[in-house]
């Protein structure tokens, strides 16, 4: 499974000129936890994420400082190209989604941008893994029984699911159509581990 299979797109963008209020305005209205910022190419440049957006913001309450200096702060900066983070932390679209999430994790964000070269493609969050980890096993098995029939026809394969493991029987003991097979049903989203056994295995 790779970031393209998880990613969500089209992506919702900002640029460097884009007002700080309609970044705010974007995040809170569709929920989300960061937006890209690109150039007119789509050529991606960097990120403004909640963090940024509310830094410094948010003005003191004069009720708290009476015996404190009152010297008026200055206005926050107005851009996005003023707060955002660059560069931003990106991942390939062709990054397998393990990498993807210790990327998010060991990095401590919520979200990366998902590129092809330079390009903006897509956009991967924790929430997009955890719902591809949640996905129905009926909805696996349809999809690895459709992989597998590319690759060894239709009724070859047997497929069962249970919370994402996998187990696979086929009707012939080959050693390299199991490592295909392997392969093939570790690339469906939702999948979390694979057992590819013979029939001639249960005879024994």
């Known amino acids: 499974m790779r970031a393209e299979d998880v990613m ?21 209205s569709h929920g ?3 937006l890209p910022v690109v150039e007119d190419d789509d050529r991606l440049v960097g990120i403004v994420t909640e963090a940024d957006l509310v830094r410094d913001r948010l003005i003191p309450d004069p009720r708290t400082l009476i015996w404190r200096d009152k010297t008026p702060a200055a206005p926050p900066p107005q ?4 707060v ?7 991942v390939r679209r062709a990054a397998d989604a393990a990498e993807v999430a ?21 956009i991967v969050s924790r929430r997009d893994l955890l719902t591809t980890l949640a996905r129905d096993d009926l909805a696996i098995v349809a999809d690895v029984r459709h992989v597998l029939a590319q690759y060894g026809g239709h009724g070859r394969w047997v497929v069962a699911v249970h919370d994402g493991v996998v187990t696979v029987l086929d009707d012939f003991d080959d050693h390299n159509d199991r490592h295909v097979a392997t392969v093939l049903a570790q690339s469906v989203p939702g999948v979390q581990a694979v057992t590819v056994t013979s029939r001639l295995d249960e005879k024994v």
Do not use: E, N, Q, Y
């Open 8 to 28: 969500s797109t089209p992506v919702v963008t900002v640029r460097r000129d884009t007002p700080v209020k309609a970044a705010i305005g974007l995040v809170t």
């Open 79 to 82: 851009t996005v190209g003023d």
């Open 102 to 122: 210790k990327v998010l994790l060991d990095a401590h964000i919520r979200c990366a941008p998902v590129v092809d070269g330079t390009r903006l493609v897509g």
């Open 32 to 34: 989300f936890t960061a």
């Open 84 to 90: 955002m983070t660059a560069p931003a932390t990106a």
